[in-house]
């Protein structure tokens, strides 16, 4: 069994940079473990090559707070600054690592993760993102077409299909249309009249390719089903009788809290989300969360920031703890 001062879980950018405030404040050691092959997987498999990563987020500017902090670049760039970031702070961390038990024993958890990984640490910070769980529709996906229907930001929809269907009113069903139509013919479909949750800039992108004609707009339609079509492609079935066939349909409706993973932990949630205090904590002590998970509507910058506020917390409050460890 291996010790460490503060176990993180999960490597996306809350991850990677309460790693980097915590070794920064002299804790140490810090242990980092990523389910996934890489570090901010969800950017590397989602955002497709040259796609913009925004600093500002619905047009609201985050004032940086702590160490990590970045001006809006391109997926490349942004990438290429976290890898800078976890080489400079010497980040220690382990990737196709999912973690899958924590448990509190006294004044210490236990987490297991990978086949027969067991470290024993007084503090752990949760940092997974809610895109590894995305939003799904209610109604049933038939096997028939499940070849066909993407989750997601979902940048390799179908190679080689023509006639594509976005479902979602948001900006990654904005960035995920105007990046197919340069390929495809694409729709987006969203139930309500006119969309009021992108930012400005994909806005503008969105409105110049729809006077193009490479994006048509279905506002105000509701999905009641899909099916199989004769020719092997999706059929999707409105709400108000419309019927209209596609090469693929692809949602882009966000991601859910991972409910069952807090629950099993300890963790309480109110409507589906997590309880923290104004620093994070949950109702276990020692354990905190960043990131998605203590933001409704979030953004990179606000990431980072809960990171330095959850290792300040952490310096304050447990002191002790972080002197003797387990």
Not at 76 to 103: A, C, G, P
Not at 188 to 205: A, D, V
Not at 210 to 238: N, R, Y
Request: hydrophobic share 40%.
């Amino acid at each position: 069994m291996e010790k460490a001062k503060m176990v993180v879980v999960g490597a996306g950018p809350a991850g990677i940079a309460t790693a980097v405030e915590a070794k920064a404040a002299g804790i140490e050691p810090v242990i980092v473990l990523e389910k996934e092959e890489n570090p901010c997987h969800t950017i590397h498999k989602y955002y497709h090559e040259g796609k913009r990563v925004d600093a500002v987020w619905q047009g609201r500017k985050v004032k940086p707070i702590g160490i990590c902090q970045f001006e809006t670049c391109s997926k490349e760039e942004f990438l290429k600054l976290m890898e800078n970031y976890i080489q400079e702070y010497n980040i220690d961390l382990r990737t196709s690592q999912e973690v899958h038990k924590i448990e509190k024993i006294n004044e210490c958890f236990r987490v297991w993760a990978g086949k027969d990984t067991i470290i024993e640490t007084p503090i752990v910070v949760i940092a997974i993102g809610i895109f590894g769980k995305p939003v799904k529709p209610r109604y049933k996906i038939p096997k028939e077409v499940k070849n066909k229907v993407f989750f997601g930001t979902q940048t390799q929809c179908t190679p080689g299909a023509k006639k594509i269907l976005v479902v979602g009113g948001g900006d990654s069903a904005a960035e995920t249309a105007c990046f197919l139509c340069e390929n495809a013919e694409v729709y987006i479909s969203y139930r309500r009249p006119k969309f009021f949750r992108i930012n400005e800039q994909n806005l503008k992108e969105l409105e110049k390719r729809v006077k193009e004609g490479k994006i048509k707009l279905l506002m105000d339609t509701d999905i009641e089903s899909l099916s199989a079509s004769p020719d092997d492609k999706v059929k999707v079935h409105f709400k108000d009788g419309q019927e209209m066939v596609f090469d693929a349909v692809c949602y882009c409706l966000g991601g859910a809290t991972p409910e069952n993973f807090l629950r099993a932990i300890g963790i309480e949630l109110n409507d589906n989300r997590p309880k923290i205090d104004e620093c994070f904590e949950t109702n276990i002590p020692g354990l905190f969360l960043v990131g998605d998970l203590v933001f409704k509507k979030g953004s990179i910058m606000a990431a980072f920031n809960s990171a330095h506020i959850v290792v300040e917390a952490i310096k304050n409050r447990y002191r002790d703890r972080l002197e003797h460890g387990c």
